[in-house]
């Protein structure tokens, strides 16, 4: 009776731990896929076609979590003109119940495209902020990351600005100030 016991515990802790495991893997270019995975922390520098049909990553399937584990998926250069950018980062084609979480995509013209996929989640990194004076830049935070504040000295006078900033969770807020000391 008491080896009966602990065999069935045995087999249900080694179920338990089977089913909570994901697979840890590098990104790679035209990768499917199909089941709850974890990405390698690191920098993925992939291009992707500029046919929006043909994406980097394509996630198909149901109840799949895909945790990036912080990964940078970069497509075109970070100093890039956004209206240069090119192809689709992530495609969940045809999934549901499916969550992408910890990613920071960029330099792509679309980051992540959702096909006949009810029930997406998506848990991703905040926005990024480059701000230029004058024609030089003087902060370059374009690193995903959550809310906070940035200060930066600027000279007496009349400068030009440019500001550029992305926003991938639909939820910043992005505020210039110029204060006098």
């Known amino acids: 009776m008491t080896l009966a016991i ?3 515990i045995w087999v249900l802790a080694a179920f338990a731990l089977t089913g909570q495991s994901r697979d840890v893997v590098p990104l ?11 990405i390698r922390p690191g920098t993925y520098r992939l291009s992707a076609p500029e046919d929006l049909a043909r994406p980097v990553i394509t996630v198909r399937g149901q109840g799949i979590t895909v945790d990036f584990n912080g990964a940078v ?4 250069p970070e100093q890039a003109d956004p209206d240069t950018y090119a192809g689709l980062a992530v495609l969940i084609d045809g999934g549901s119940k499916v969550t992408i979480k ?10 992540i ?4 996929s009810p029930d997406i989640h998506l848990a991703i990194s905040d926005d990024g902020v480059r ?6 830049m003087i902060l ?25 900033y992305y926003d991938v969770t639909g939820c910043a807020e992005l505020r210039f100030d110029i204060q006098r000391k």
């Open 131 to 136: 701000v230029w004076m004058d024609g030089a």
């Open 28 to 38: 790679e270019a035209g990768m499917i896929l199909d089941r709850s995975v974890t």
């Open 102 to 111: 910890n990613a920071v995509i960029r330099g792509f013209e679309v980051s």
């Open 140 to 164: 370059d935070d374009w690193a995903a990351h959550q809310s906070k504040v940035s200060r930066v000295p600027v000279g007496e006078g009349r400068h030009p600005f440019k500001v550029e």
């Open 113 to 116: 495209l959702a096909r006949r």
């Open 73 to 76: 998926l970069a497509g075109g």
């Open 6 to 8: 602990c065999r069935t």
